[in-house]
């Protein structure tokens, strides 16, 4: 299978020994802009400022993440996690297939393996 060149190459090597990986989707439009917009605006308050700046993230995530929420929606043995402070979205045991039906969506920019924590407590 030829993956999109938005599928890293580590990626592409777990898929091929695992079958599944949890995933990190990255959107072209990512949030420099909306916040390099607000800093230049002024607030009336610290909270002010706080508020708008939650609202646009929201309305910038809702827009791009659009097409994946309705593409994982429902789909079974699938989780995934959107989040509008970073404007990524994480899913949990996507295979190939579905990593090449993520790669379709024009907004995506980028599918990556998700780092794991390690720990360091012993």
């Known amino acids: 299978m030829a993956f999109s060149s938005k599928v890293d190459e580590s990626l592409i090597k777990l898929l091929?020994?695992?079958g599944t990986a949890d995933v990190v989707i990255t959107f072209h439009q990512d949030?420099?802009?909306?916040?390099?917009?607000?800093?230049?605006a002024s607030y009336s308050s610290r909270g002010?400022?706080?508020?708008v700046m939650?609202?646009?993230?929201?309305?910038?995530?809702a827009k791009t993440?659009?097409?994946l929420k309705e593409l994982l929606k429902g789909r079974p043995g699938v989780k995934f996690d959107?989040?509008?402070a970073s404007n990524q979205a994480f899913v949990k045991?996507?295979?190939?297939?579905?990593?090449?039906?993520?790669?379709?969506?024009?907004?995506?920019?980028k599918i990556r393996e998700e780092?794991?924590?390690i720990s360091t407590l012993q």
């Open 31 to 40: 949030n420099q802009k909306v916040l390099n917009r607000l800093n230049e």
């Open 115 to 117: 780092e794991k924590e």
């Open 82 to 84: 959107t989040k509008w």
């Open 48 to 51: 002010e400022r706080s508020s």
């Open 93 to 109: 045991n996507a295979d190939a297939d579905l990593i090449q039906k993520i790669a379709g969506i024009q907004e995506v920019c």
């Open 54 to 61: 939650k609202t646009e993230l929201e309305r910038l995530a």
């Open 16 to 18: 091929v020994t695992k």
């Open 65 to 67: 993440q659009k097409h």
